[in-house]
């Protein structure tokens, strides 16, 4: 790690993967990114479980990712925290953004959304229908937040500096869906602060949102956490590789050849004879090298070959 990333401030940081599937190897290139950036900075390093969307679940896929993340040593500190036994904050974090005036209602349909989206030739962006009050006869289904005029400024370790404006690329954006479920904008926002994350390490693929999130830790008043960006592997076909492609898991029986094409996906240093080292050595060695400047900025990189393990158990 070079001197100056060396800091006396305390670090906690996390790995929060969402209960979709077992771990692959996208992943695992967050999990153990974060791992090492925590370890490195002797920091603290925490594990959230993202259950908050029981629609997108996978059965047992919480049990794999402990698993998995135990069998590459990859140990958290303290207690496995689950956003599904954390609604109290996030209605208290509604509540505050009602007091303020940001929240309201929407009655608007997704297909209501696309139809007026393409009359205004502005894909993704939220007209603004329900801003003013929700027409009468319609009831309300999700919550959005009201976004400013202006724009979001952010920075990256890796990813350099960015601004966003909300107003123009995103719109109001929703922190409880119509199915009652919070969003994980809202969700990451509360627990990150709530939890006292000082670095957050995650897929570039989050980059996008986290504009959103920093707007909404603005409105919320909480501390914005120190960012880091890691790139994405995207399989032969460029898609990124993700529970929902079905990237293959990683497996258990492969450990040290999966860790270290996750440090050279990193661009990290490798010891001499790396295939020698146990997984626990590797760890150790990489917390020691550790080097964010060695980490490609581009934002997707093809993944190494695809494992076929049939399981990341001990
Ligand atoms: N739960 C999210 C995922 O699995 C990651 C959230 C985050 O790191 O902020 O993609």
Redesign the pocket.
């Known amino acids: 790690m070079p001197a100056d990333e060396k800091s006396a401030a305390p670090y906690r940081g996390?790995?929060?993967?969402?209960p979709?599937g077992p771990l692959h190897f996208g992943?695992l290139v967050?999990a153990v990114g974060s791992y090492l950036d925590a370890r490195a900075h002797k920091g603290e390093w925490l594990l959230r479980i993202?259950d908050i969307d029981p629609p997108r679940e996978v059965a047992g896929a919480t049990d794999a990712i402990l698993r998995a993340l135990d069998s590459f040593g990859l140990e958290w500190d303290g207690q496995v925290v689950y956003q599904s036994r954390r609604g109290d904050y996030y209605t208290s974090a509604l509540e505050r953004l009602r007091q303020h005036g940001y929240l309201y209602g929407c009655a608007c349909t997704r297909r209501e959304i696309a139809d007026s989206r393409l009359k205004r030739g502005t894909a993704g962006i939220y007209p603004g229908t329900c801003r003013n009050g929700i027409l009468p006869g319609r009831t309300a289904r999700a919550l959005r937040v009201r976004v400013e005029p202006g724009s979001i400024g952010l920075t990256d370790r890796l990813q350099g500096n960015s601004r966003q404006s909300l107003l123009e690329e995103v719109g109001d954006f929703i922190v409880r869906r119509a199915d009652n479920l919070i969003a994980?904008q809202l969700a990451?926002v509360v627990d990150?602060a709530e939890q006292e994350m000082t670095h957050?390490v995650?897929?570039v693929?989050?980059l996008e949102s986290t504009h959103r999130q920093v707007y909404l830790q603005q409105l919320l008043e909480l501390p914005t956490p120190v960012y880091l960006h890691l790139p994405v592997a995207v399989n032969s076909a460029g898609d990124k590789l993700s529970k929902q492609t079905l990237a293959r898991h990683i497996g258990a029986d492969h450990k040290t050849t999966t860790l270290l094409d996750v440090l050279r996906f990193l661009h990290q240093e490798l010891p001499d004879s790396p295939g020698d080292a146990r997984v626990d050595e590797l760890l150790g060695w990489a917390i020691a090298h550790w080097d964010v400047d060695n980490i490609p900025a581009r934002r997707v990189l093809p993944s190494p070959p695809e494992y076929t393990g049939t399981g990341a158990g001990p």
């Open positions: 996390r790995f929060a993967p969402s979709t992943s967050a993202e994980y990451v990150d957050v995650r897929g693929d989050l």
